[in-house]
């Protein structure tokens, strides 16, 4: 089971690399904007539509990415201090409350608004170029998929944790270099208001 774990968490790790590259593809879309506007005083007529789309695809695709490697932003003030059971009692319950009728939402109205786009071949107004937008409002049900993927993955493990006491193994990625010595500061401070 942890295996099949893992390389859900690899796909995941995969799919938000892979879209990762867009951030090299809008700085060089960007840096051109600036230099055919500033320089050559012939500004484009795609750029600024290159720069949100890219931008919205990275967005919405480093979601799976981030749940996978634990990434999310938590308010874990009490959270942390609970035992490993209970952390994983209640990230089943926000799951299951709140994580999968959202995404589960974002699947079902980013079909149909994608759909939509599709039928109607809608293109951009915001410039001159009016570029397509159909392919661009496809990664939002594309990104609910993986989301509700890696979704499912975390609640076997919390059902897997709340089981067996510990959490499964997890596919180690990109981690904070100074996490570490965080972590060590953390304790520190904490050790200090004790006293």
Request: overall charge positive.
């Given at each position: 089971m942890e295996?099949v774990?893992?390389?859900?968490?690899r796909?995941s790790i995969?799919?938000?690399?892979?879209?990762?590259w867009?951030?090299?593809?809008?700085?060089f879309a960007i840096?051109y904007?600036?230099?055919m506007r500033?320089v050559?005083?012939?500004?484009?007529?795609?750029?600024?539509d290159?720069?949100?789309m890219?931008?919205?695809?990275?967005?919405i695709?480093?979601?799976?990415?981030?749940?996978?490697t634990?990434?999310?932003?938590?308010?874990?003030?009490l959270?942390?201090?609970?035992?490993?059971?209970?952390k994983a009692?209640?990230?089943?319950?926000?799951?299951?409350l709140f994580f999968?009728p959202?995404i589960?939402?974002?699947l079902?109205?980013?079909?149909f608004?994608?759909?939509r786009?599709?039928?109607i071949?809608?293109r951009?107004s915001?410039s001159?170029a009016?570029p397509p937008?159909?392919h661009?409002?496809?990664l939002?049900?594309?990104?609910?998929f993986?989301?509700?993927?890696?979704?499912?993955?975390?609640?076997?493990?919390c059902?897997f944790c709340i089981v067996?006491?510990?959490?499964?193994?997890?596919?180690d990625d990109?981690k904070e270099?100074d996490?570490?010595?965080?972590?060590?500061?953390v304790?520190k401070v904490e050790?200090q208001?004790?006293?």
């Amino acid at each position: 089971m942890e295996r099949v774990f893992v390389r859900i968490d690899r796909l995941s790790i995969w799919v938000g690399k892979l879209f990762a590259w867009a951030v090299v593809i809008m700085t060089f879309a960007i840096c051109y904007e600036v230099f055919m506007r500033y320089v050559i005083g012939r500004p484009t007529t795609w750029a600024y539509d290159a720069g949100y789309m890219l931008y919205g695809a990275i967005f919405i695709m480093a979601g799976a990415y981030a749940l996978a490697t634990q990434a999310h932003v938590r308010g874990d003030v009490l959270y942390r201090l609970f035992p490993t059971r209970m952390k994983a009692s209640v990230d089943l319950v926000l799951y299951v409350l709140f994580f999968f009728p959202g995404i589960i939402a974002l699947l079902y109205a980013g079909y149909f608004y994608a759909e939509r786009s599709w039928i109607i071949g809608e293109r951009s107004s915001a410039s001159p170029a009016g570029p397509p937008l159909y392919h661009f409002k496809s990664l939002i049900p594309l990104a609910a998929f993986f989301l509700i993927l890696q979704g499912l993955v975390e609640t076997a493990r919390c059902i897997f944790c709340i089981v067996k006491g510990y959490w499964p193994e997890r596919y180690d990625d990109v981690k904070e270099v100074d996490l570490e010595a965080a972590k060590a500061y953390v304790g520190k401070v904490e050790t200090q208001e004790i006293r």
